[in-house]
Every structure is written in structure tokens, then in C-alpha cells.
């Protein structure tokens, strides 16, 4: 079965740090850029991080500028979202995609084509 199984969300005080971790199953994450993404309640899916395999490249967009990085392991078929300096507003539901669409270098959803189930992040004192 191929898929994107996110994991590593929870529940974090403001200030604090986790690291989200995406699995590739069933497939390599050889894909023209990988990204993460988050989506509030009542608000539109934004792109957070995005990395563009072909050169190593990053695209941080929205709030979370400065306090995210992106990583990958590609034994472990595996991407990572670092983040650091968390506030309540970045509470949501955080998921990683790949695409082959050269404009997912823009860390656009839309551009997007193959999504985890997503995981839940929490950021409340």
C-alpha cells in the first residue's frame, strides 16, 4: 500500500519544540519536492516548509517563518519538520505531500498531489 503516514504531533506548551516525522510506505520519496503543510480549524490547508529534492532548496511560507526547518532521511524513506518556538496559533492538523509539479516549489497545497492523514499539533499553555 503506498502512503504518507505522519507522526510525532501532540501537545506542547507555548515556547516549546517538536519534531514531525513522515514515512514514505510502499514508495521512495523521490519526488520533485516534498513539503509540509498544517490546517487550522475553519481556516484554508498553507504550506509551511517545502524542499525541493533536485538542489536541496527550502520555501518557507505563512507564520512559521524562522522557526521551522526541513530534513530527510532517505534510508529511512523519511522527512522531517522541525519546529521550534511554537505559539497557540500554530495549533492544527500538520501534513507532509509530495509532488512532481515544478510549482511545488512554492510550497502551494494546491501543487500537491499525494497527502498524509496528517497529525495533530497542539500548542496550549
Known amino acids: 500500500q503506498v502512503q504518507l503516514v505522519e507522526s510525532g504531533g501532540g501537545s506542547v506548551q507555548p515556547g516549546g519544540s517538536l519534531r514531525l516525522s513522515c514515512a514514505a510506505h510502499g514508495f521512495s520519496l523521490n519526488y520533485y519536492a516534498i513539503g509540509w503543510f498544517r490546517q487550522a480549524p475553519g481556516k484554508e490547508r498553507e504550506g509551511v516548509i517545502c524542499?525541493?529534492?533536485?538542489?536541496?532548496?527550502?520555501s518557507r511560507t505563512g507564520p512559521m517563518q524562522g522557526r521551522v526547518t526541513i530534513s530527510r532521511d532517505n534510508a529511512k524513506k523519511t522527512v522531517y519538520l522541525q519546529m521550534n518556538s511554537l505559539k497557540p496559533e500554530d495549533t492544527a492538523v500538520y501534513y507532509c505531500a509530495t509532488t512532481n509539479n515544478p510549482w511545488g516549489s512554492w510550497c502551494g497545497p494546491d501543487h500537491y498531489e499525494n497527502w498524509g492523514q496528517g497529525t495533530q499539533v497542539t500548542v496550549s499553555s
Open positions: 524542499l525541493t529534492t533536485s538542489d536541496g532548496s527550502t
